[in-house]
C-alpha cells in the first residue's frame, strides 16, 4: 500500500502492485465543487486470494509507522507527484514531503494592471531612450543660432558695395548697401521688425526711404484663405490710393504677393511697396519698401531691388519655429 499526493492537495491509498479494485469511500468528506477538496474518493480493496495480503489491526497505526521517501523525476513540471512509502520498523513516524513546484517567473505573480502598465513601460522604453538620447546631443540655442548662421552666410550672394545681415532666430538673411544704416534694436530686445535706412528726414523726423522686415501674425480667420486677407486689405488701401495694385512677386524662390500704392505722409507723397509671403499657416514675413518721389528714388529703388533678390530664408529655422506653433 502507498500514499498518493494528489488533487486538491489530498492523499490518496494506492495498491503498489495495482492488484486491489476500488471501491467508492463513504467516510471521507467531499465537495462537489471541487474547488476545496475532492469531489470524489475511493478505497483500494484487495482481491481474496492477494499473495501479498498483510493484515493490520489498525491501519492508521500502521501508516504512522512508515517512512515516506519522494522521488522526483528529472525535466517534470508536474506539482501532483507521488509520495512512497518504505516499511522500516525502526522508522520514524510519517514525515511528508509534497513534490517542489513549478518556479514562477516574477512577471507571473503581476496583477492584469500591473502587467498592462509593464507593458505600456517596455513600449514606451525605445522611445524613452532616443529623446533622452536626442535631447543629449542637441545643440544650445547658441549653437543652433552659429550653424544657421553658417548655413544663410553660404547662400548669400556676395556682392561689392554691401554688407551682410543674417538673424539666426528667424532664419533669414539679406545684402545691406554699405552706406545704408540697420536699425535693429526691436528684434534684439526680442520682437520681429528690423528696419533698413537710406535716409532719414531731419525735417519731418522720419525715414524718408528705407525697407522694413517684419514678422506679422496671420489671423485665424485667413488661415485656410488667403485671397480674403488680400481682398479685405485692398479695401482699406484703396480709399488711400484708388490706383492700389496687387500682384504675385518672388521672394527667395517663393510666390509671395506685392502690394504697390501712393500714401501722403505730411509733405511728400510717399510710393509703397507691401511684401507678403507666408511663413507657416499663422506667421508671415512682411517687407515694405518706402520712397518719397524725390530725384533719387530711381538710385533708391534699384539699391532695394538688390536687397531684395539676396534674401535667403532657412528651411531648418522656419522648421523648428513651426513645430514650436504647431505645439
Known amino acids: 500500500m502507498r500514499l498518493e499526493h494528489g488533487h486538491a492537495n489530498a492523499f490518496y491509498p494506492r495498491c503498489e502492485k495495482q492488484w486491489a479494485s476500488r471501491v467508492s469511500a463513504t ?12 469531489s ?15 493484515s493490520v489491526k489498525d491501519f492508521r497505526i500502521s501508516v504512522s509507522r512508515d517512512q515516506f521517501s519522494v522521488e522526483v523525476e528529472n525535466n517534470k513540471n508536474d506539482a501532483n507527484q507521488p509520495l512512497t512509502t518504505t516499511k522500516d520498523p525502526d522508522s520514524s513516524p510519517i514525515e511528508s514531503h509534497p513534490a517542489p513546484l513549478p518556479t514562477k517567473s516574477w512577471w507571473q505573480y503581476l496583477t492584469a494592471p500591473q502587467a498592462s502598465l509593464l507593458a505600456a513601460v517596455i513600449a514606451l522604453a525605445p522611445a524613452a531612450v ?12 547658441d549653437e543652433a543660432g552659429e550653424q544657421a548662421r553658417y548655413r544663410i552666410e553660404k547662400k548669400l550672394p556676395k556682392r561689392s558695395g554691401y554688407k551682410s545681415y543674417i538673424s539666426p532666430r528667424i532664419g533669414i538673411g539679406f545684402n545691406v548697401p554699405l552706406a545704408w544704416q540697420i536699425d535693429d534694436a526691436i528684434h534684439v530686445f526680442g520682437g520681429g521688425e528690423i528696419d533698413l535706412i537710406r535716409h532719414y ?16 501674425v496671420v489671423q485665424g480667420n485667413y488661415v485656410k484663405y488667403p485671397q480674403k486677407e488680400e481682398d479685405n486689405y485692398m479695401d482699406t488701401v484703396r480709399k488711400i490710393d484708388p490706383k492700389a495694385s496687387i500682384e504675385r512677386a518672388e521672394i527667395n524662390g517663393q510666390v509671395g504677393v506685392k502690394i504697390s500704392y501712393k500714401q501722403s505722409t505730411g ?9 507678403w509671403l507666408r511663413l507657416h499657416d499663422r506667421a508671415k514675413l512682411e517687407v515694405v519698401v518706402f520712397t518719397n518721389l524725390g530725384e533719387d528714388r530711381k538710385e533708391f529703388l534699384d539699391e532695394a531691388r538688390d536687397t531684395l533678390s539676396s534674401i535667403v530664408i532657412d528651411e531648418d529655422v522656419i522648421a523648428t519655429n513651426t513645430k514650436a506653433i504647431d505645439r
Open 27 to 38: 467516510n471521507v468528506p467531499i465537495d462537489m465543487t471541487a474547488y476545496s477538496g475532492p
Open 40 to 54: 470524489s474518493y475511493s478505497w483500494p480493496q484487495c482481491p481474496n486470494d492477494c499473495p501479498h495480503e498483510a
Open 130 to 141: 532616443t529623446g533622452a538620447y536626442t535631447y543629449m546631443i542637441r545643440p544650445t540655442r
Open 201 to 216: 528726414d531731419t525735417e519731418a523726423n522720419s525715414i524718408s526711404e528705407g525697407i522694413k522686415f517684419a514678422l506679422r
Open 267 to 275: 509733405k511728400r507723397i510717399g510710393q509703397i511697396s507691401r511684401y
